[in-house]
C-alpha cells in the first residue's frame, strides 16, 4: 500500500444481543471446533437491556490485533480468539471507500491487523451470557468490515468457534442451533424460528442472586459431564431430540402451557446432569430452589402455567412470563419474597423495563414492605431479605444490527485507540 494510506482508520460498529437457552447446550463432541451433542433452542434478549457494542477497526498503521474489554486491554492469543480471527479473515473480500480513497484488496487482509474494543452493558462473567453476545458481536463486527459476503447461518459457525451459545446470538426470536453431523462442524449452525414480533407477549425477569460462591466454567462443567455422567448420553440421545420437536411446535402455536413445561424440564435436566457429573457440580443454591418453590406453587394454583423458569451455569433464574399481567404477578411476588436490603433503592433494584412496576402500582420501598402474601401460600410466608441482588425486565429482542451513527463508536477514527 502506497505511503499516503498510511494513516486511515476504517472502523465498524455493531451491536449484538445475549440469548437464554430453553433447551440447553450441555456437551461437546468436539472441543476445539465447539461442536455440541444435542441441538438447542434459546429465546434472544432484547440489547436495549443487555447487549454488547463492538467496534472494529482496520489501518495499516496497526502493528498488532489488539483488544480492549469494557476498557480494559484483554490478550487475543487465546484458542477461541484466534479460531474466531483465522476464520473471517479467510471470508474477507475487497473493500473500497471512495470518498476517503481506501482500497483494501482481499489478499491485503492477511497482513492487516484489527484493533476491537467491545463493551457489555451489564455484568461481565457474572452468569448473564456476555461471551454468547460478545463473541457474536466480535464475529459480526469483523465480518462486516472485511466485507464478508456470507449469510448469517455461515458467521454463526464461526461465533460457535468462540464460545458454543455464541451462534444463537446471531438472530432475533426465538433460534435453534443445529448440531449437525459433519466433521469439520460446516452444518452445526443456527438457524431462525421465529423472529421477535411473533411472540412478543413474552417478558423477562431475570433475578441476578446474590453469590460468593466460585462457579465451574460451563466449558470445563461440560466436560467434566460428558466424562462422568451416564444420564448425559440419555439426555443428548433420548430426551433433547424429542423435546426439540416439542419445543418448536409450541413456539409456533405460542402455546404458553407446553413451553414451560419443557423449559422447566429441561432446565431441571440440565442441572441433574450436572449433579450426576462426578464430582457433582453445583450451579443452582438456595435461592435458586426458592424461586423454583415460588414459580412451581403458583403455576399450580392457577388453571394454566404463568411463569417458566431457567437456570444456566450459575443460580441466577430467567422467568419468562406469558404476558405482562403475569409478569406484573411474579414481579409482586418476588418482591414479597425477596426485599431488597435497606441501603438498596428500588431504583437500582428493579432494571431494564421499569414500567412493569408501574403497573403493580409500586413506587418505593413502602410499597414493597406493604405487598400482601402471594394467595397461593397457606402458611405464614417466610421473606429472604437481601438474597437478591437486582432485578432485569427485558422481552424479546432482535438480533445483530450495525450502528452507522460514529459518536456511538468505541474507538478514535483518527487513531484507532479507545475512547
Ligand atoms: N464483549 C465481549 N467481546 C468478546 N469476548 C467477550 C465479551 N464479553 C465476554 N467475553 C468473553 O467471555 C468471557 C466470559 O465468559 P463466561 O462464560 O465466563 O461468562 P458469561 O458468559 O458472562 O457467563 P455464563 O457463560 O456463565 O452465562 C470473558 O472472559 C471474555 O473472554
Ligand atoms: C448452560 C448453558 O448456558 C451453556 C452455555 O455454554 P457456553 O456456550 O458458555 O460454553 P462454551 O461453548 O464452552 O463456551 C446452556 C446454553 O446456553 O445452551
Redesign the pocket.
Known amino acids: 500500500m502506497a505511503e499516503e494510506f498510511q494513516k486511515w482508520v476504517l472502523m465498524v460498529t455493531a451491536q449484538t444481543p445475549t440469548n437464554i437457552a430453553v433447551i440447553k447446550y450441555w456437551g461437546k463432541r468436539d472441543e476445539n471446533l465447539i461442536l455440541a451433542i444435542n441441538d438447542s433452542i434459546s429465546l434472544t434478549l432484547d440489547p436495549t437491556h443487555l447487549c454488547?457494542t463492538?467496534t472494529v477497526a482496520v489501518s495499516p498503521a496497526f502493528n498488532q490485533d489488539r483488544?480492549w474489554?469494557?476498557g480494559k486491554e484483554?490478550s487475543l492469543s487465546?484458542g477461541?480468539?484466534q479460531n474466531c480471527l483465522r476464520e473471517i479473515r479467510a471470508r474477507a473480500s475487497d473493500v473500497e471507500d471512495k470518498n476517503r480513497g481506501i482500497k483494501i484488496a482481499k489478499k491485503d487482509w492477511e497482513n492487516l491487523h484489527v484493533h476491537?474494543a467491545?463493551?457489555?452493558n451489564f455484568?461481565?462473567?457474572?452468569?448473564?451470557?456476555?461471551?454468547?453476545?460478545?463473541?457474536a458481536?466480535?464475529v459480526y463486527s469483523l465480518a462486516k468490515l472485511m466485507n464478508v459476503q456470507e449469510d448469517n447461518g455461515k458467521l454463526s459457525a464461526i461465533a460457535r468457534q468462540?464460545?458454543g451459545?455464541a451462534c444463537r446470538s446471531l438472530y432475533g426470536g426465538f433460534v435453534k442451533w443445529v448440531m449437525g453431523k459433519e466433521e469439520n462442524g460446516s452444518d452445526s449452525i443456527a438457524v431462525p424460528l421465529v423472529d421477535e414480533k411473533h411472540w412478543d407477549e413474552l417478558v423477562i425477569i431475570i433475578s441476578v442472586v446474590c453469590s460468593r460462591q466460585k462457579?465451574t466454567?460451563?466449558?470445563s462443567g461440560m466436560r467434566e459431564t460428558v466424562e462422568t455422567s451416564a444420564l448425559i448420553e440419555h439426555r443428548a440421545k433420548e430426551v433433547v431430540p424429542k423435546r426439540i420437536i416439542q419445543m418448536e411446535e409450541a413456539i409456533q402455536k405460542r402455546d404458553f402451557a407446553t413451553f414451560t413445561r419443557l423449559t422447566c424440564a429441561d432446565s431441571n435436566q440440565f442441572h441433574a446432569v450436572c449433579l450426576d457429573t462426578s464430582p457433582p457440580i453445583f450451579y443452582m443454591n438456595d435461592t435458586s430452589h426458592r424461586i423454583i418453590s415460588c414459580v412451581e406453587k403458583w403455576n399450580r394454583s392457577e388453571a394454566t402455567p404463568q411463569v417458566a423458569y431457567t437456570f444456566?451455569?450459575?443460580p441466577n433464574a430467567v422467568l419468562i412470563a406469558r404476558n405482562r399481567t403475569s409478569a406484573a404477578l411474579l414481579l409482586q411476588r418476588l418482591l414479597f419474597y425477596f426485599p431488597p436490603n435497606s441501603e438498596t433503592d428500588l431504583n437500582s433494584y428493579v432494571i431494564g423495563d421499569k414500567s412493569i412496576l408501574k403497573d403493580v402500582g409500586i413506587q418505593d420501598i413502602k410499597d414493597v414492605e406493604a405487598l400482601p402474601p402471594p394467595p397461593e401460600i397457606k402458611d405464614p410466608a417466610q421473606k429472604y431479605k437481601g438474597e437478591i441482588s437486582y432485578f432485569i425486565c427485558t422481552r424479546p429482542g432482535r438480533g445483530p444490527v450495525l450502528i452507522t451513527d460514529e459518536s456511538q463508536s468505541l474507538l478514535h477514527a483518527e487513531t484507532g485507540l479507545p475512547k
Open positions: 454488547t463492538t483488544m474489554l469494557n484483554i487465546g477461541r480468539y476491537i467491545s463493551y457489555n455484568p461481565t462473567a457474572a452468569g448473564l451470557a456476555s461471551s454468547a453476545a460478545g463473541f458481536c466480535l468462540g464460545s451459545s462457579e466454567s460451563s466449558t444456566d451455569a450459575g
